[in-house]
């Protein structure tokens, strides 16, 4: 059975940095679409950051690019999202997905396994 565990979430100041990282059991993470999402009361869950397991390559949400990278650990085995600068807007309940046939990732229903989310505040 598959199963994602996201961690790090934490109270951080406005400008403040946070990583969040994504763990798996049932798989190795590593050879896995690996994407980052979010949800903020009162908002749709949207997209925040992919990363390719072929290629490497990764992809960001306009609203995250230059401040947020994610990246793979492989000694440790995670997906992690490094956040800088982060905004009170970044408030959001952070989820991690995977899948096996993920294609499109900016598209959460590509995603067949979800972690239970990790809660990120940035409030001064």
């Known amino acids: 059975q598959v199963q994602l565990v996201e961690s790090g979430g934490d109270l951080v100041s406005p400008g403040g940095s946070l990583t969040l990282s994504c763990t798996a059991t049932?798989?190795?993470?590593?050879?896995?679409?690996v994407g980052w999402f979010r949800e903020a009361p009162g908002r749709e869950r949207e997209f925040v950051a992919a990363?390719?397991?072929?290629?490497?390559?990764?992809e960001y949400a306009d609203s995250v690019k230059g401040r947020f990278t994610i990246s793979r650990d492989n000694s440790k085995l995670t997906v992690d999202l490094q956040m800088n600068t982060l905004k009170p807007e970044d408030t959001a309940i952070y989820f991690c997905?995977?899948?096996?046939?993920?294609?499109?990732?900016?598209?959460?229903?590509?995603?067949?396994?979800w972690g239970q989310g990790t809660q990120v505040t940035v409030s001064s």
């Open positions: 990363i390719r397991w072929y290629s490497g390559t990764t």
């Open positions: 997905a995977t899948g096996r046939n993920v294609d499109s990732t900016m598209i959460s229903s590509e995603y067949d396994y």
């Open positions: 049932g798989i190795t993470v590593q050879y896995y679409n």
